[in-house]
């Protein structure tokens, strides 16, 4: 007895999840139902059951009713969600997982096959590779599987030809081979009748591989990343009485007692003074990868859900910015520009998309470039975010490496990350370990703009009164708040009533005014802002003064239109007062105006609509902020501007 | 290394902790059989000894009275905030279900009746995948709407740990930490920790119960398993079917699921 029990926990210690995928009707839950009958697996009764259900309804004997419960399944002969059934094979317990093949329900199949080890792709010898059959490969991809084994079903229904299995193998596999996948298996077999699947198949003398159930034997579990650098995401912090404990569930690595620890992204450190266990027969001194656990620290540093534990020389990455490889579920489609909300692990935070950089044709994987991603769609799309996120790449750690998105209340998609080119902002901001505490000295511009995803610019616009300048650099401000960009407008009513309220309009008055718009637009964008200016600022000499003060990015946008146009426009009826002498010296009437000899860009509101101008200059503006917040030129500095001091 | 068990109780520690942070009030579903009991157990791991929510039992008055004196002794012994919640008499179920599904609806009233009155967001239930095919496709995070129903044919995306947390005013959701763990799970784990069961479930007379329902509407099943050891032996080789003993679950093919569809456990 004693015995007995040890040798089936050593079988228990391999279980494994093994998911049945496949486009619609190819016989998945068909498959599963006869692999258990044919390994006499069917609790007593089942099989009585599930034959008086068929004749009930008039249909023949269909083993997919064994785990097609629903009456709604059974009406309509479709798999609608996933149900995971027990099953033993010679050598350990399975967890075999049935998912839908139908379309529609591509959020159940990912479900169920996100909890596989390895995965069995089912298609139909005689219709062949279909569209979910593809998909669903993809997808294995993206969840990370890579044990895939290809069962060829309904031989029967192709006389079992050796020609047709070889054809349908040849296009499976060469699909699967341009996504990195081998199939470890390809197995013809016939599932109803039960060929090929506990018991070989006399009707394909041809086939020299093995039956399905041995098959199964070379599947291995996906073992805990214990070898991984620790990963302990903060799942709550308890005070049931005096004593504080940190809990959550390692994802990987080994904490120890006595480790030091680093939370991110505060990058707070503390001493682990005891690992947790309730009820746990001495005391702890490791734990490792999948494991439950408690911590208590030695300080009492501010800790909450989300932070990531880890040890201080191998600490997750810190960024703003992310990609990541999606499948989206959503009924409403992902666009760039949305905010969504997602989840790392236990830590929840909004991002934007900042672009979707390609949609991917499952069909027949060519990529294009769309500004939003549909149901099922597959797209790799670049993510910001407004707060520090603490993340691994995928293919270094796989549990801090992916991220659900939400809208609403729901889960729509899921995405594995890649930080390809972005650079890891914990060695900008935390770039001296004993500096911790005063990160704001060490802050450089290349943090602020790898955050904001931009760097800060002084996007400065002249020309006449009536030209246009507030409007387009309003709309522009607009644009570029509504794609997640920090972006500020300085005009005449924001200076005036304030920083300048003690200037007239004479003409020292008017160069200091445009003197200190100029100094404070060169802060604004060392902040890290694109900031705009909309004032007329006749004069080449109070432009170039301007330009200095910021150093670089300063943007001189001629914003042009003929005085007759203006004057017409003239929206204050100042040029109205002008002409009748009633202001003195007014830029294009009474004084001149200097029009920018070698502009950076210059857009003519009279022949040209305000949308097609703020467009022009928008993307002129991003051309530039992004390109230089690009991790290519990460090392770059903002030179320290004047302005500074 | 952790063997498999550990596997099995760390991702219910899990779910119980997400649950518990996600998700308030919170309240668990003590049916007092073993399953319930053993995710009590769990709830005392996961929270370090402390059971921070109510235990609830929906009673119906039929329990056997092996039920009441255990549960009496458990809730000493442990110490926790326990609610008894009255279910309503069988002649205001739905007449058009079977008698012995009727009776079992007597809960999912009760239930409702609980849910309406304390506005419980979250309910934890020691329901397993393995028992019956229709809780074979639940989620771990199973949202019930405003009536208490199962949208069974529109449940939300569940994958990498990552739950359904969030609802619209006026719904809750069951959540299942032990979906994932079969019958013979829970006997190696309720041996391993020693945790006390009714002992209705060792053979008596070469009977015993592997199932714990109403009296009016569950049978005990042949057996001489005496010991928890021999019950784990008994299931290494049965083909019996653990709710084979639970009269309503196959009363007609549909049964279970016009059960379960409006919030059955
Ligand atoms: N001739 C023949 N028919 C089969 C075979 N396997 C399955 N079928 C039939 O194909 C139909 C679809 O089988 P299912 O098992 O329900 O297919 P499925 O892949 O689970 O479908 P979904 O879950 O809805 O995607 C049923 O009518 C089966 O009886 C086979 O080997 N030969
Ligand atoms: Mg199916």
């Known amino acids: ?645 | 290394m952790q063997d498999y068990l550990d596997e099995l109780e760390s991702q219910s520690i899990y779910t119980l902790r997400e649950a518990y942070n996600r998700i308030k009030p919170l309240g668990m579903l003590w049916s007092i059989g073993k399953d319930s009991t053993a995710l009590l157990w769990l709830i005392r791991k996961a929270f370090f000894g402390h059971v921070p929510f109510p235990m609830i039992q929906l009673d119906t008055g039929m329990e056997l009275p092996e039920v009441y004196e255990f549960r009496d002794w458990i809730i000493k012994e442990w110490g926790f905030d326990f609610i008894c919640e009255q279910c309503p008499p069988e002649e205001e179920m739905d007449q058009t279900l079977p008698p012995n599904t009727r009776a079992a609806a007597r809960k999912t009233e009760g239930l409702k009746n609980l849910i309406g009155r304390e506005g419980f967001k979250g309910m934890i239930v020691g329901i397993r995948r393995d028992e019956q095919s229709m809780r074979a496709k639940e989620r771990v995070f199973s949202p019930r709407s405003f009536d208490g129903t199962w949208d069974y044919k529109d449940q939300p995306a569940e994958f990498w740990d990552q739950y359904k947390t969030e609802f619209p005013e006026g719904t809750h959701v069951r959540i299942h930490p032990i979906l994932h763990w079969r019958e013979i799970d829970i006997w190696r784990y309720t041996l391993r920790e020693n945790i006390p069961i009714v002992p209705l479930y060792l053979a008596r007379d070469g009977k015993r119960y592997r199932s714990l329902g109403e009296k009016n509407i569950t049978v005990p099943v042949e057996s001489n398993a005496s010991t928890i050891e021999e019950i784990i032996a008994e299931l290494e080789t049965t083909k019996q079917s653990e709710r084979a003993g639970r009269t309503m679950d196959s009363e007609t093919e549909d049964s279970f699921e016009r059960l379960r569809r409006s919030g059955y456990m």
């Open chain 1, 1 to 645: 007895m004693a015995k007995k029990e040890k040798t089936e926990s050593a079988q228990e210690l391999a279980k494994l999840g093994v998911v049945i995928v496949g486009h619609v009707d190819h016989g998945k839950s068909t498959l599963i139902g006869r692999l258990l009958y044919d390994t006499g697996s069917f609790m007593e009764g089942k099989y009585e059951e599930l034959k008086e259900v068929c004749e009930r309804r008039n249909v023949p004997f269909e083993w997919s009713f064994l785990l097609d419960a629903f009456q709604a399944e059974r009406d309509q002969a479709v798999t609608i969600d996933t149900t995971q059934i027990w099953f033993k094979t010679k050598a350990r317990s399975c967890v075999i997982i049935d998912a839908p093949g139908h379309r529609e329900f591509l959020k159940n199949m990912v479900s169920g096959a996100a909890f596989a080890d390895a995965a069995i792709l089912v298609v139909d010898a005689k219709e062949g590779v279909r569209e979910q059959t593809k998909r669903h490969a993809y997808l294995l991809h993206l969840l990370g599987l890579k044990q895939v084994i290809v069962v060829m079903n309904k031989m029967d229904l192709v006389s079992y030809s050796e020609e047709r299995f070889n054809e349908v193998s040849a296009e499976t596999e060469a699909y699967l081979g341009e996504i990195g996948l081998t199939p470890l298996h390809v197995i013809p077999v016939s599932a109803r009748s039960g060929e090929n699947i506990a018991a070989p198949s006399e009707n394909m003398p041809w086939y020299m591989g093995g039956i399905l159930l041995d098959v199964l034997d070379t599947l291995s579990p996906i073992p805990p990343a214990t070898e991984r650098p620790l990963r302990l995401p903060v799942q709550d912090v308890y005070r049931f009485d005096e004593t504080r404990i940190i809990a959550g569930r390692i994802e990987s690595g080994v904490v120890k007692a006595g480790d030091t620890l680093v939370f991110s992204p505060s990058n707070r450190q503390a001493t682990v003074v005891s690992i947790e266990k309730w009820n746990s027969p001495g005391k702890i001194a490791a734990a490792g990868a999948g494991e439950s656990i408690g911590l208590t620290l030695d300080q009492p540093i501010y800790v909450a859900r989300g932070d990531v534990a880890s040890h201080e020389k191998q600490a997750p990455m810190l960024t703003n910015i992310f990609r990541a490889n999606i499948f989206w579920l959503g009924k409403k489609p992902l666009k760039a520009g949305l905010n969504y909300k997602i989840k790392l692990a236990t830590h929840e935070a909004t991002v934007t998309v900042q672009s979707i950089d390609r949609v991917i044709n499952t069909d027949d994987l060519s990529r294009a470039e769309r500004d939003s991603v549909q149901t099922n769609e597959m797209a790799e799309v670049t993510f910001r975010s407004r707060e520090l996120l603490a993340l691994d790449p995928y293919l270094e750690n796989v549990k801090l490496g992916r991220c659900v998105v939400i809208e609403n209340y729901d889960i729509v998609g899921g995405g594995i990350i890649s930080m390809e080119g972005l650079p890891d902002l914990r060695q900008t901001m935390y770039a001296k370990q004993d500096n911790i505490y005063a990160v704001d000295h060490l802050l450089t511009g290349d943090a602020r703009a790898a955050r904001n995803g931009h760097t800060g610019a002084v996007v400065w616009l002249t020309g006449l009164s009536g030209a246009g300048k507030s409007t387009l650099a309003m709309r522009i401000e607009n644009v570029l708040f509504n794609r997640g960009m920090q972006t500020y407008v300085l005009d005449g009513d924001n200076v005036r009533t304030g920083l300048c309220a003690d200037l007239g309009f004479t003409p020292e008055a008017r160069m200091e005014n445009i003197r200190r718009v100029g100094e404070v637009a060169a802060l604004m964008s060392n902040a890290g802002l694109i900031t705009l200016t909309a004032f007329i600022s006749p004069f080449q000499a109070d432009r170039r003064k301007a330009r200095d003060a910021a150093g670089t990015r300063f943007y001189e946008i001629y914003v042009k239109a003929d005085l007759e146009t203006c004057e017409k426009r003239d929206p204050k009826g100042l040029y109205k007062k002008a002409r009748a002498g009633k202001i003195p010296e007014f830029t294009g009437i009474s004084s001149p105006y200097e029009p920018p000899e070698n502009p950076d860009l210059e857009v003519d509101t009279a022949t040209h609509g305000v949308d097609a101008c703020v467009e022009m200059v928008v993307n002129f503006i991003l051309d530039r902020v992004r390109a230089d917040a690009n991790p290519a030129n990460a090392t770059q500095q903002i030179p320290p501007a004047k302005a500074k001091a």
